[in-house]
């Protein structure tokens, strides 16, 4: 029995050598049979349980502790903390307060990260000003949970949206006087919210509020209609003097902002008090000094300390200001571990300079911090943003282990630097090796199947996403749309779009844009300026999408109005790409000098992109002499433009000045440039099938061949003829209308009439311009074959359906 004791008293003493939930649970038991339920004790198993994260028990033994002590409380406020049940958390330390009972600096990380993960700056800094009157500013762990929470807050929700949170209980009011009997007050609320999701809300919720040691509760019931005033009936347990006090309800989605005013007038309460709302726009944003000034006043700093305000100021965009703390923590003798430098590796990324975040590679290695996982994946984005994806994949096949954030750094990586074969390789190796994607996966490889048009895969990673409940996700949904559209079926996209609770600007310009690239501008419009009607502020690229559904159809008009509403209405500068599309629409419409006066006075200086959209007009209009201007122009600003030197060349060989065109391939000869031949691509049974202009090489080239010669005799029944004018090679015409029969898209269209089954729609990509015969051609065969056939060439998507392309034949 004695031994018992001894080893029982020791284990109280020493309650951290408790390492499993059985032997709490055996010294649970032997406390109560022979100490029974006294607090101190209790408190002591209760600060196991928690250690060991076990909130139930927990919970039930602080109900047995009737006047629970300081440890009862930081134990329970803790354990709420590390179950994300923040809201019992701070409850739990208000009612500590309102107790009396004053918290050690142990309470105070807890209560700061419920703060921070609910996103209360008021209260959080309720709560910072709680711990210097009780003189824990000092401590390092409640110095540190403070730096955490100020740089997590460098931008703060306004209250309309923001979940419901303890209001700003901590700070210092008047001292309570006596308690009264319960007075009713009729509120006026005075400000709409704009958030309220039903007709009719019904609140009825009792708040706690701080009074010095003391507690004071509110109740506030009503009904709130949408409507500029509200009554809510407030019943006081208390009598207060002149209370000035912010407030937040929320109820089913609705969140209404107070300013409460109570006041006592001779003894008696005036009865009626007016709701005032804050400005939001008084605490949207938190100075980062903040962060800093909680920094420099603590006596103590550990690597945590150094580690956090320097991530802090990564992570909000003030990466001189890392710099400087990172070369501040060497002049304190402290030497980065490896969250300071994937704390750090971001920032080079930003700034594209991989010399320094070479410097930070080969420090890693040197001291054995290569085959972290955060540093491999903060290498992998590093070098990828870099544009040095090779190097990106090195880090990653170097890595030992490799978890959920490595397989997403090297797939987005590849994915945005133009690997999309490449980015899709290895989200079939991260399926294989049991890594389940997360949300963030799918995000980053669904541009690939966009980029590829490989609607299958695209359509099997959206049943995916369905399984694993990701579609309600906005990013998902967003990529979803932008997929669907480049792949050539802006239905779904729409049908995605719709479904969306809640539009973002990247849906919105992935909506407008898949219209505008698939010739219904008129529907891109009208997206665009149902988007300016819900609120949703235009940004640069949804200029640019509707800019190019303009140019599509030649509205000349509302592309200028479009253009002047940039600047005039919303102060976007016009970019290049705003410039081009502009540029573009009035070299389709056939405005060739008005193209060229219009790029010569932009305000910035146009770069060989924007002329060439002027070059490929004057090849449509066969205007020789403007090209010839134009020409030259692109080659002072970029004189290896290589589709410049073609774009002439063709315009040459069209004009049957065939000496010019000859000198001009002479001179790409001696310039080591090489032409891109067409290609064209067609998706059948999940594999991707190439074809090049004349190709002989598919296995199926007999009966691809077959297919052409009768669908021609067929064509050419209908009234089809030959356009030569397209080739633009010195041969016999016979050898013309050949060389146009064989053109890749032509090739890939009859593979997929063969290989698939009838009414099937055939979907082709083409790595340049459609030309005017095919496009002619490809309508027929809709028409003779009773399919559509959607072909996107490097500008657009045309759906060729019986016999008329969506275009218009203007494109």
Not at 166 to 187: A, D, M, T
Not at 352 to 368: L, N, P, Q, S
Not at 537 to 561: Q, R
Not at 646 to 664: E, Q
Request: some cysteine; charged content about 20%.
């Amino acid at each position: 029995m004695g031994s018992t004791q001894a080893l029982l008293k020791t284990l109280l003493k020493k309650p951290g050598t408790i390492k499993s939930h059985y032997q709490a649970k055996q010294l649970h038991a032997q406390i109560l049979r022979t100490r029974g339920s006294d607090p101190s004790f209790m408190a002591t198993i209760l600060s196991i349980y928690s250690y060991l994260n076990h909130l139930h028990d927990s919970l039930l033994v602080f109900d047995t502790i009737q006047s629970p002590p300081t440890l009862a409380w930081k134990s329970i406020i803790r354990c709420y903390t590390s179950h994300g049940l923040f809201l019992q958390s701070l409850a739990s330390f208000i009612q500590m307060r309102a107790l009396g009972i004053y918290p050690d600096h142990n309470v105070f990380p807890s209560v700061l990260k419920s703060c921070t993960l609910l996103m209360d700056l008021s209260l959080g800094e309720s709560v910072h000003g709680c711990i210097i009157r009780l003189g824990h500013d000092s401590d390092l762990y409640t110095g540190n949970a403070l730096i955490n929470m100020y740089s997590k807050f460098q931008s703060l929700r306004e209250n309309a949206g923001s979940p419901f949170t303890v209001p700003q209980l901590l700070n210092e009011i008047h001292e309570q006087k006596g308690v009264g009997e319960n007075r009713s007050y009729s509120v006026r609320y005075t400000e709409r919210t704009g958030r309220i999701k039903h007709d009719e809300l019904e609140i009825n919720r009792t708040m706690l509020y701080l009074c010095g040691d003391a507690k004071r509760k509110m109740s506030i019931s009503g009904t709130f209609c949408e409507s500029e005033s509200y009554q809510i009936i407030n019943k006081l347990e208390a009598r207060v003097l002149d209370i000035n006090h912010d407030a937040s309800v929320n109820s089913f989605g609705g969140v209404l902002p107070q300013s409460i005013a109570y006041k006592e007038v001779d003894g008696q309460f005036n009865g009626k008090v007016d709701i005032v709302s804050k400005e939001n726009e008084d605490k949207k944003v938190v100075q980062m000094d903040s962060m800093r000034k909680v920094f420099d006043m603590m006596p103590n700093k550990d690597l945590v300390s150094w580690n956090t305000v320097i991530a802090g100021n990564a992570q909000n965009g003030l990466y001189k200001e890392a710099l400087a703390m990172l070369r501040e923590m060497g002049n304190d003798n402290l030497k980065p571990d490896s969250f300071t430098l994937s704390s750090v590796l971001p920032i080079f990324a930003e700034y594209v300079d991989v010399i320094k975040g070479k410097e930070i590679h080969g420090y890693a290695i040197r001291h054995g911090f290569d085959a972290d996982v955060f540093i491999g994946s903060s290498l992998i984005d590093m070098y990828a943003k870099c544009t040095r994806i090779n190097d990106s994949c090195q880090v990653f096949n170097h890595l030992p282990q490799r978890d959920g954030i490595s397989w997403n750094s090297i797939i987005a990586g590849c994915v945005q630097n133009g690997l999309f074969d490449e980015g899709l390789r290895f989200f079939r190796q991260m399926l294989m090796v049991k890594i389940k994607p997360k949300h963030v996966t799918f995000s980053s490889i669904m541009p690939a199947c966009a980029h590829l048009t490989t609607l299958h895969l695209g359509r099997q990673l959206h049943g995916y996403i369905i399984r694993r409940g990701f579609d309600d996700n906005v990013y998902i949904a967003s990529s979803l749309v932008d997929m669907y559209a480049k792949c050539g079926n802006v239905r779904i996209a729409k049908w995605i779009f719709d479904k969306m609770e809640q539009n973002d600007m990247v849906s919105w310009t992935a909506i407008i844009m898949g219209y505008a690239l698939h010739g219904h501008a008129h529907d891109a419009i009208a997206l665009f300026e149902q988007m300016e009607t819900e609120g949703v502020k235009p940004n640069y690229v949804s200029f640019m999408a509707v800019l190019t559904a303009c140019s599509h159809t030649g509205l000349i008009d509302e592309a200028w109005k479009y253009f002047h509403s940039m600047t005039l209405k919303y102060g976007i500068a016009p970019g290049l790409e705003h410039y081009a599309a502009v540029a573009d629409l009035l070299g389709r419409a056939g405005k060739l000098e008005d193209a060229y006066h219009f790029i010569t006075k932009m305000h910035i200086t146009p770069t060989g992109s924007v002329w060439s959209t002027l070059l490929a007009a004057c090849r449509v209009h066969k205007n020789v002499e403007l090209a010839e201007k134009v020409a030259e122009e692109i080659f002072k600003v970029d004189p290896g433009n290589m589709g410049a030197y073609i774009l002439l060349s063709n315009i040459y060989s069209a004009a049957r000045r065939w000496k010019d065109a000859a000198k001009l391939r002479v001179s790409m000869r001696d310039k080591g440039m090489r032409k891109v031949p067409a290609c064209s691509w067609i998706e059948v049974k999940n594999k991707v099938h190439a074809f090049v202009a004349g190709d002989k090489s598919h296995v199926c080239y007999d009966r691809i061949n077959d297919a052409l010669n009768v669908l021609m005799e067929q064509m050419e029944r209908e009234g089809y003829v030959a356009n030569t004018n397209e080739v633009l090679h010195d041969v016999e015409e016979e050898q013309k209308k050949y060389l146009l029969s064989n053109h890749s898209e032509r090739l890939a269209i009859a593979f997929g009439i063969i290989s698939t089954p009838a009414g099937t729609t055939i979907r082709v990509t083409k790595n340049i311009r459609v030309c005017l015969d095919c496009h002619t051609a490809i309508k027929f065969m809709s028409k003779i074959v009773g399919r559509e056939i959607v072909v996107r060439d490097n500008s657009r998507f045309h759906h060729f359906k019986g016999g008329e392309c969506s275009c218009g034949d203007y494109w």
